[in-house]
């Protein structure tokens, strides 16, 4: 019930292409969702984050789509590129708490 | 810009040893977490503090314990290290539970 389930757990992606990293949640009052970025040696950063009333959050090259009926939501990272390569990890809260899904380890390729 | 320091980068310790970890943060927030990253897990919370004194169980606490003697500061202790709690862990502030502010971890090794 706690679980987000992040999928895939790595990705290689040329420059320029789509990345799409992908959650899955059971918990239905989890009422945020973000996406933390983390750089090799360097702690997570909030990336983008929706709340479950909105079906898409655009900011720049990254976007979140989020479908409330099959608990999922999922980051598209258009145009890809190298300085995009980084850990990517989702998350859903409620009661305050986040819980953190596996992580993806994105690679974009020059 | 919100910065949260950890004490130490990397730590090697003995099995049994009592290991102090450190974190400061210089935003004046009111929630501090301690957080452990392992390859495939993703980030678990092990306790966090929503004031001085305050301090609440994660989901993962045993093995671990927790001081907040002032609000800038959060140790995580462990009272005798094992070599199952080799990991990194991710000290966050923030003034909210929502978006947290991630120091650069301590890569602890049990031996």
């Known amino acids: 019930q706690q679980q987000v389930k992040q999928s895939p757990q790595s990705l290689i992606v040329q420059k320029g292409g789509i990345s799409i990293i992908n959650c899955a949640y059971e918990n239905t009052a989890f009422d945020y969702f973000p996406w933390y970025q983390q750089f090799p040696g360097k702690g997570p950063a909030l990336l983008i984050a929706i709340r479950p009333d909105v079906s898409e959050k655009k900011e720049g090259r990254f976007t979140i789509s989020f479908n409330k009926s099959a608990k999922q939501f999922s980051l598209h990272i258009m145009d890809s590129q190298p300085g995009d390569s980084a850990t990517y990890f989702c998350a859903a809260s409620y009661t305050g708490k986040l819980i953190f899904g596996q992580g993806t380890t994105l690679q974009v390729k020059p | 810009d919100v910065k949260v320091t950890q004490s130490s980068r990397y730590l090697v310790k003995r099995t049994g040893e009592k290991v102090f970890l450190e974190c400061v943060q210089d935003?004046?927030?009111?929630?501090m977490f301690w957080y452990r990253q392992d390859p495939g897990l993703g980030l678990r919370l092990i306790y966090f503090?929503?004031?001085?004194?305050?301090?609440e169980k994660g989901d993962i606490p045993e093995g671990y314990s927790v001081s907040r003697e002032k609000k800038e500061r959060f140790s995580l202790i462990l009272e005798s290290a094992s070599t199952n709690q080799t990991s990194m862990y991710l000290c966050a502030s923030g003034t909210g539970f929502l978006e947290q502010y991630f120091g650069p971890g301590t890569r602890l090794t049990v031996t």
């Open positions: 935003m004046d927030h009111e929630n």
């Open positions: 503090s929503y004031d001085v004194k305050m301090k």
